[in-house]
């Protein structure tokens, strides 16, 4: 979202007010809605320029807003990245969010990490030359292999169709706007980079209630009939909470081993913050009981926590490697060679990453 057009700031309260267009209509008065002033609006949006001039002079930011945020920080320079939320304006986890990153727990279970062939990822061939590569192979295999069609997934054959998880709704008040900060790989350390994002988050704490399921007699009917594979991680909550922290343990082990070697360089402070959480966080899945798991989902959570980093399989020698490497990156110019990945981490103003949920189950 860009300032003063899809929402406006007021930093004597320390305010972000997220416009709502009917409030608008409401602002600019009954004798003043025309077909010249909805121009006058459209084109200031099209051509990338302030609202405000528009709005009466005595406006307020909660009189043309459907919500407003607090802030502890501010990139006044950047734009504003949308927390989603329900028809009510409460931020929310869409099931289908919770629901991929338990697909994704499931699916590095069953894919061992060094039995990928080049065959399994590379999609087709652009006009172009340019190369794509996709999941879809190994998916069916884990998911729905008894799908026909060889590379698509038929959600009929999808085990997890059996899987139900809801939206989780929180509370109004339970979301902030923070700054998001780019850590980087410099040459003498780990630096933050000199732009940031702005974005809507769920504040760090907040509880919401949500539903989880597993239809049970529709699954092992369907398991009979030959209409599905059964999966071990899928015949309870339990099983499915285990399979999860298995790799969000697995990938954060990972990551504290990514820094290791690079602790005892120029590095900026915030990494040593960053990486205090990693290994808090660690130690709790490491000792999470059976009723709980973490998972991590949502903008800023990385490229290799969301695929398990399987990439690196012996079965892919180097020269096939570079080319997944180039398609990830769309590094076209070759600036990031040298680099696995295009190295970034995003995290708050205070060190702590995004994205980590804590699922607990609960007595009906």
Same mark, same amino acid.
């Given at each position: 979202?860009?300032?003063?057009?899809?929402?406006?700031?007021?930093?004597?309260?320390?305010?972000?007010?997220?416009?709502?267009?009917?409030?608008?209509?409401?602002?600019?008065?009954?004798?003043?809605?025309?077909?010249?002033?909805?121009?006058?609006?459209?084109?200031?949006?099209? /051509?990338? $320029?302030? #609202?405000?001039?528009?709005?009466?002079? &005595? !406006?307020?930011?909660?009189?043309?807003? *459907?919500?407003? @945020?607090?802030?502890?920080?501010?990139?006044?320079?950047?734009?504003?990245?949308?927390?989603?939320?329900?028809?009510?304006?409460?931020?929310?986890?869409?099931?289908?969010?919770?629901?991929?990153?338990?697909?994704?727990?499931?699916?590095?279970?069953?894919?061992?990490?060094?039995?990928?062939?080049?065959?399994?990822?590379?999609?087709?061939?652009?006009?172009?030359?340019?190369?794509?590569?996709?999941?879809?192979?190994?998916?069916?295999?884990?998911?729905?292999?008894?799908?026909?069609?060889?590379?698509?997934?038929?959600?009929?054959?999808?085990?997890?169709?059996?899987?139900?998880?809801?939206?989780?709704?929180?509370? /109004?008040? $339970?979301? #902030?706007?923070?700054?998001?900060?780019? &850590? !980087?790989?410099?040459?003498?350390?780990? *630096?933050?980079? @000199?732009?940031?994002?702005?974005?809507?988050?769920?504040?760090?704490?907040?509880?919401?209630?949500?539903?989880?399921?597993?239809?049970?007699?529709?699954?092992?009917?369907?398991?009979?009939?030959?209409?599905?594979?059964?999966?071990?991680?899928?015949?309870?909550?339990?099983?499915?909470?285990?399979?999860?922290?298995?790799?969000?343990?697995?990938?954060?082990?990972?990551?504290?081993?990514?820094?290791?070697?690079?602790?005892?360089?120029?590095?900026?402070?915030?990494?040593?913050?960053?990486?205090?959480?990693?290994?808090?966080?660690?130690?709790?899945?490491?000792?999470?009981?059976?009723?709980?798991?973490?998972?991590?989902?949502?903008?800023?959570?990385?490229?290799?926590?969301?695929?398990?980093?399987?990439?690196?399989?012996?079965?892919?020698?180097?020269?096939?490697?570079?080319?997944?490497?180039?398609?990830?990156?769309?590094?076209?110019?070759?600036?990031?060679?040298?680099?696995?990945?295009?190295?970034?981490?995003?995290?708050?103003?205070?060190?702590?990453?995004?994205?980590?949920?804590?699922?607990?189950?609960?007595?009906?």
């Amino acid at each position: 979202m860009k300032r003063d057009m899809d929402f406006l700031i007021s930093s004597q309260d320390r305010e972000i007010g997220i416009i709502d267009h009917r409030k608008m209509m409401e602002a600019f008065g009954e004798d003043d809605i025309n077909r010249e002033t909805i121009n006058r609006w459209v084109n200031a949006i099209d /051509q990338q $320029q302030s #609202i405000l001039p528009l709005l009466p002079s &005595l !406006t307020k930011i909660g009189d043309v807003s *459907k919500r407003i @945020r607090t802030y502890r920080d501010f990139n006044p320079n950047s734009e504003l990245r949308e927390q989603m939320h329900d028809t009510q304006n409460n931020p929310m986890i869409p099931g289908s969010s919770v629901k991929g990153s338990v697909r994704t727990a499931i699916w590095d279970a069953y894919v061992n990490d060094n039995s990928i062939t080049y065959r399994d990822v590379f999609a087709y061939t652009k006009r172009n030359g340019d190369k794509v590569f996709k999941d879809n192979k190994l998916s069916k295999k884990v998911f729905a292999p008894f799908s026909k069609n060889r590379n698509r997934i038929d959600p009929n054959k999808d085990i997890l169709r059996f899987l139900q998880i809801t939206d989780v709704v929180f509370t /109004q008040n $339970q979301a #902030i706007c923070e700054v998001f900060k780019v &850590l !980087t790989e410099k040459n003498e350390g780990w *630096k933050i980079k @000199r732009f940031d994002e702005n974005g809507e988050c769920i504040l760090k704490g907040a509880k919401a209630r949500g539903r989880i399921k597993i239809d049970q007699k529709n699954l092992k009917n369907n398991i009979e009939k030959g209409y599905v594979r059964g999966l071990s991680p899928i015949q309870s909550v339990e099983d499915l909470f285990e399979a999860c922290n298995q790799y969000t343990a697995k990938m954060l082990h990972l990551e504290v081993d990514f820094f290791q070697e690079d602790m005892d360089m120029d590095n900026d402070p915030v990494l040593y913050e960053y990486m205090n959480i990693i290994r808090s966080l660690a130690e709790e899945v490491d000792n999470a009981s059976k009723d709980t798991c973490i998972l991590r989902m949502g903008h800023g959570t990385g490229y290799r926590f969301m695929t398990g980093n399987k990439i690196f399989s012996d079965n892919i020698n180097d020269d096939k490697l570079n080319l997944i490497f180039q398609s990830i990156r769309r590094d076209w110019r070759n600036i990031y060679k040298d680099c696995f990945y295009i190295k970034s981490r995003k995290i708050t103003s205070f060190g702590s990453p995004l994205g980590f949920v804590k699922l607990k189950l609960l007595s009906e």
